[in-house]
């Protein structure tokens, strides 16, 4: 799969690839990563590649000519994602199904945004990664590949992983145990080393309810609504 970031920053990108189980994927070509400068395509003499509001108010913009030119040169046929504090909430879905397009672009903004123009022609999807407001679009990129990369065939490697994990079945994961059985103090809980796997598995998912329950009050109604609706 081909991710493309459309940044003026490429030295905030490309350093994440460079390690762990995303420099794995890039080197087994699972997935392929590249940016692209809009400063490379500013037809300005001094390269630039802002400008102020028209209308007026605080802060410069991103302009629409490089970005526009930028994105020729990429091929209209990919995927526009433009992560914006204004978008959708990025979920745990949109990863699973983002993960079966085969080029995805991510336009990274900088300043107080992007020329309207620009993102009417051009988003396929806005998305925002939380109620906060960061300095550029990168580290929101960034969190989306992460998540889309490892739901993509053969980069986590132990695949069986995926359909345990938190917001599969909408509720979070059960906690995990590892050795040593007694830790300061504190042992696992007990039925977790008999090997009976009902009995565990009965377990987790008392345990992923309570968790789920305590920790997210939001996502427990989405799963006792659930409930109602199959009981119906
Ligand atoms: N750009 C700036 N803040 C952002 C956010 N919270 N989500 C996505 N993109 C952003």
């Known amino acids: 799969m081909d991710f493309t970031f459309v940044t003026l920053f490429p030295n905030l990108v490309n350093p994440y690839f460079e390690d762990s189980i995303l420099l794995r994927a890039k080197k087994s070509g699972a997935v392929r990563i590249d940016c692209v400068n809009p400063r490379d395509f500013s037809l300005d003499k001094h390269k630039k590649v802002d400008d102020y509001k028209a209308g007026g108010g605080a802060g410069l913009l991103m302009s629409a000519q490089p970005l526009w030119d930028a994105f020729k040169s990429i091929g209209e046929e990919a995927y526009f994602i433009f992560p914006s504090p204004a978008?959708?909430?990025?979920?745990?879905?949109?990863?699973?199904?983002l993960s079966k397009k085969?080029?995805?672009?991510?336009?990274?903004?900088?300043y107080e945004g992007i020329d309207e123009r620009v993102v009417e022609t051009y988003a396929d999807e806005v998305f925002s990664i939380g109620d906060f407001v960061l300095t550029g679009g990168e580290l929101a990129s960034l969190c989306m590949c992460d998540a889309i990369s490892r739901m993509v065939e053969n980069v986590l490697g132990?695949?069986?992983?995926l359909l345990e994990e938190s917001f599969e079945n909408t509720l979070l994961e059960a906690p995990s145990f590892t050795k040593p059985?007694?830790?300061?103090?504190?042992?696992?809980?007990?039925d977790f080393l008999k090997g009976n796997h009902a009995i565990i598995s009965g377990l987790k998912n008392r345990m992923a309810h309570a968790k789920t329950y305590f920790h997210r009050p939001d996502l427990y109604k989405i799963v006792k609504n659930k409930r109602n609706y199959y009981a119906k």
């Open 87 to 97: 978008g959708k909430s990025f979920s745990q879905n949109d990863a699973k199904r």
């Open 102 to 110: 085969k080029h995805i672009v991510f336009v990274c903004g900088r």
């Open 158 to 161: 132990n695949e069986e992983s």
């Open 181 to 190: 059985n007694v830790c300061d103090g504190l042992s696992i809980p007990s």
